[in-house]
């Protein structure tokens, strides 16, 4: 670990070495993001660990068919939150990922605090209905989860016989379940985010979310040993705890996660400038100690070793960690030069890899340089939230000529986009009127466009600019949109982005060559999901908790050190 | 209906946007609704009856115009959202001020709130005062229409600031049923007809789920 007493980085260096928005907010860029150990899995990791908080199964009552329900109470020092999981016996038939499904194979509840029988019969008449059913204030998080079904028979096969499920296999599809959705923020009549965002263990992002995701992991295992319980009786054994780990929760998102990014500006910004700070304080340390340096050299072999684990049939992404593998290779060799044991060592390494790397080699680099320092990052975790229950105020007393000024700063790429060519408008985002389901249209070929969601703010700031000029120089901002209401979403994102650098994607949302996965894995990435596999341009198969302890273990293990799988457990690719 | 303040909130943005509101709008008549709702005041009845006099009218027939000593001029009833987003615009009120004649002005407190901490709204039939983020109410102010609503920066004395009936409480809310329903039905016009192609290419489906 670097020795921060003795080895602190200069804030005016650090503030220099931030990354522009413009690097960082590319969709190319943030299309190869990965989960570093401000990603809010790691946190909610460390957290149980250092508090000490206990899971237990309360409640098990699953039938021969695999029909019921499990309760887990994770207990943290002032709070318990608890995991109602209905178990379901889904005929596949009516097993799909579709946010247009109505059955799926478990359903789940994160109920804040312990919850009486009442509440578990109430919400098994809701849960399992999922966006049909209504949840109540007392619940934080609804989910539904599906099996892979050549996973889940085959350990159910092997466990009942008394063996271990094949590694092989089990790497393959790397989850016994995945989740197909994971509300909250009073979605379908969850509790608003309000009610806990002051509460230190919940109110950082998607805190409640993944934990219920971890708990949900426990759960896929306990129904998969119940089920060769039920199937081998006294032969049956329980899985064996390294194979377990490796198992992670698999997750299908779709477009519905793309607009978040965009429509949650304060936020994205807060997660940006986040890991950006983390990356500039490592860049500005002057030098790096000895056992650092190994940890990293750990580290990095460790990437390399566990790409091995990284499937996916899609060509794009699999030539992508097929040329990561390389840079891993390079910077390996790199490493070695010397370069960590001169002055400046991460930034002249950093420097090495964008000149040098592909795209997910640079970011899988930022990622392996922050990760042996904890104690110089890790308080930016407890930085990503934002209040967003309150409204950005515009300022209306500016004039016009400054908006304008800030509009052209701000939005360089917008303004040198041609919004009037075919190929730049070529789609449109919309919300499909069955199952509200977010959608991308064809502009110039389907019907609906009139009804597109604002998702194109470089497009509506280059009106807004068009617009400005349009009207005397000094006139006041206030007076312009009370005559011209249309732009207020573009104006106040402006003013927004002139005081938060991260707030918005300096790419066209609405391009023919716009990537809708590259917005995905962004935020899947803040999450710390790894193991991306694109299903098309707009959804992705990623795996959550990969390697992590379960519940049953983490008090006799480290908490954090699962991100990248421990070599004696990965094949080394050829 | 019991909702939480996000269901309401995004409802009622989706509404307002229905209704023909540019989006930027939409989100302030969105926020305010689920301020009031909040407080336990009916944000989301009057949204609904805003949207269903004002319903696809031009915004520059429902925004004020201003004579040439300051004052508020309207052709007709006013949005209160308009002239809401248009007092927060300027950073709250110097003098008061007074609109001739406003659509459910109890829409405008969560604007005036949030630009001037104390302040005080007024007309024929009713009386609010606002402090910070509480709201005392005298007479009738669910009202849908009223005329000359004064609004005023003023400075609250001890006793006045001890008589305050409202302040935001924790989620959920009740909203009636008949209110959720005409709010839908406004929301429902931003919505895209589903097609073949489009539930087939929108999503980018098409590859099996199962494995």
């Known amino acids: 670990m670097a020795d921060v007493r003795h080895n602190r980085p200069d804030q005016n260096r650090v503030q220099e070495l931030m990354r522009p928005a413009d690097q960082v907010m590319r969709l190319a860029r943030m299309g190869a993001s990965h989960q570093t150990r401000l990603s809010f899995m790691r946190a909610i990791l460390r957290r149980v660990k250092s508090e000490g908080w206990q899971v237990e199964r309360t409640v098990w009552n699953v039938d021969d068919k695999g029909v019921g329900v499990g309760v887990y109470e994770a207990r943290g020092p002032e709070r318990t939150y608890s995991l109602i999981a209905y178990a379901n016996d889904l005929p596949p038939e009516k097993r799909s990922d579709r946010v247009i499904a109505t059955e799926w194979d478990a359903s789940f509840a994160l109920f804040d605090g312990v919850p009486t029988e009442a509440d578990i019969e109430r919400l098994r008449n809701n849960v399992p209905k999922q966006e049909a059913g209504r949840c109540s204030a007392s619940e934080l998080v609804l989910s539904r989860a599906n099996r892979s079904v050549r996973l889940f028979d085959h350990v159910v096969d092997r466990l009942a016989a008394g063996q271990q499920p094949d590694r092989a296999e089990l790497d393959k599809v790397g989850y016994l379940m995945r989740t197909t959705a994971v509300y909250g923020n009073g979605k379908f009549g969850l509790s608003d985010r309000a009610k806990y965002a002051a509460r230190a263990e919940a109110g950082g992002p998607f805190r409640v979310e993944l934990l219920a995701v971890w708990l949900i992991r426990a759960f896929t295992v306990d129904v998969v040993e119940h089920m060769a319980w039920v199937k081998g009786g006294d032969k049956a054994v329980r899985m064996d705890k390294a194979l377990r780990r490796r198992l992670g929760v698999g997750n299908s998102t779709g477009l519905g996660m793309a607009p978040f990014l965009v429509n949650h500006p304060a936020l994205l910004n807060a997660w940006i400038t986040a890991r950006e700070t983390a990356l500039a304080r490592v860049r500005a340390l002057p030098s790096a100690a000895v056992a650092t340096i190994a940890r990293f050299e750990e580290l990095v072999a460790r990437a390399h070793a566990g790409l091995e684990r990284w499937h996916t049939p899609d060509e794009r992404q699999a030539r992508r960690v097929c040329e990561l593998a390389g840079d891993f290779g390079k910077l390996k060799v790199q490493a070695k030069t010397g370069v960590l044991q001169q002055a400046d060592p991460w930034n002249s390494l950093y420097l090495w890899a964008q000149a040098n790397l592909t795209l997910e080699g640079v970011e899988a680099v930022v990622s392996l340089i922050i990760e042996p320092h904890s104690e110089l990052v890790d308080d930016l975790a407890g930085q990503m939230a934002a209040d967003e229950t309150e409204i950005f105020l515009i300022d209306g007393r500016m004039s016009v000529g400054g908006l304008a000024a800030q509009a052209r700063e701000q939005f360089k790429w917008a303004m040198d986009t041609d919004f009037a060519s075919h190929d730049e408008t070529a789609r449109f985002w919309y919300v499909s009127e069955e199952k509200l389901e977010p959608r991308l249209g064809e502009r110039h070929e389907e019907d609906g466009a009139e009804l597109e969601q604002r998702l194109g703010i470089g497009r509506d700031v280059k009106a807004l600019v068009e617009g400005l000029e349009s009207v005397p120089g000094n006139m006041l901002v206030a007076e312009f949109l009370l005559a011209h209401p249309q732009h207020r979403l573009a104006a106040r994102r402006v003013q927004l982005a002139s005081s938060l650098p991260y707030t918005e994607i300096h790419d066209n949302v609405l391009s023919a060559t716009m990537m809708p996965i590259d917005m995905l894995r962004c935020k899947l990435a803040f999450f710390g999901a790894s193991r991306f596999d694109p299903k098309s341009d707009r959804w992705v198969r990623i795996t959550m908790y990969s390697d992590a302890p379960f519940p049953d273990e983490i008090a006799g293990m480290d908490a954090d050190d699962w991100a990248w799988p421990p070599l004696d457990m990965a094949v080394s690719p050829a | ?211």
């Open chain 2, 1 to 211: 209906m019991i909702l939480s303040l996000n269901e309401v909130e995004v409802m009622a943005t989706k509404a307002a946007a229905g209704a023909g509101r540019p989006w930027g709008l939409a989100q302030e008549a969105g926020w305010a609704t689920a301020v009031l709702e909040a407080m336990g005041l009916p944000g989301a009845t009057l949204l609904l009856a805003l949207l269903r006099v004002t319903d696809r009218i031009d915004c520059n027939i429902l925004a004020p115009h201003f004579g040439s000593d300051g004052r508020w001029r309207a052709n007709g009833p006013l949005c209160p959202i308009l002239c809401g987003a248009y007092i927060q615009d300027m950073g709250g009120l110097m003098t008061p001020i007074t609109v001739p004649s406003l659509h459910a002005p109890m829409l405008l407190i969560p604007f005036v709130q949030a630009a001037c901490p104390d302040a005080a709204m007024d007309w024929d039939r009713a009386d609010i005062t606002i402090h910070h983020s509480q709201v005392a109410l005298r007479g009738d102010p669910t009202t849908t229409m009223a005329r000359h609503v004064t609004i005023r920066p003023v400075q609250l004395d001890d006793f006045q600031t001890s008589v305050f009936t409202h302040s935001a409480q924790p989620s959920p809310v009740d909203i009636p049923d008949e209110m959720w329903e005409g709010l839908s039905a406004f929301a429902h016009r931003t919505y895209v007809p589903a097609s073949e192609a489009s539930r087939l290419n929108g999503a980018g489906a098409g590859l099996t789920d199962n494995d």
